[in-house]
């Protein structure tokens, strides 16, 4: 970050090194416009939009892998949180265990924390 200050704000840095991170932060800046937009769309969609209500009560399914993740608004629709998966427990693929994990037997578990 200091880096980026001194080379914007000094005038003797070369005008393109400063126009590359001038270019460098405009397309950083795009992905939180992009979730901000997201969230207020979703919200006003869940909140103001009427939807068809159907009553069949949908009982949730025992997941036991994941699925290669796509876009975040077409695998929930109508809700405003992805809460389609209620447990962990069932996971026994190999994507799932990237996030989970025994942390019973991790190095943090054993030495760090139970002082």
Do not use: W
């Not at 994941?66 to 190999?94: S, W």
């Amino acid at each position: 970050m200091i880096m980026v200050g001194e080379v914007i704000f000094q005038n003797t840095s070369p005008r393109i090194l400063r126009f590359t991170f001038y270019a460098l932060l405009l397309l950083g800046s795009l992905t939180p416009l992009y979730e901000i937009n997201r969230s207020v769309y979703r919200t006003y969609e869940y909140y103001f939009v009427p939807k068809e209500t159907d009553c069949s009560c949908d009982v949730p399914l025992r997941v036991t892998h994941l699925e290669q993740g796509g876009a975040p608004e077409l695998e929930h629709p109508d809700t405003l949180v992805a809460d389609e998966i209620r447990t962990l427990q069932y996971m026994d693929d190999k994507l799932s265990k990237n996030f989970i994990a025994n942390v019973r037997q991790s190095l943090y578990y054993r030495y760090i924390s139970s002082r």
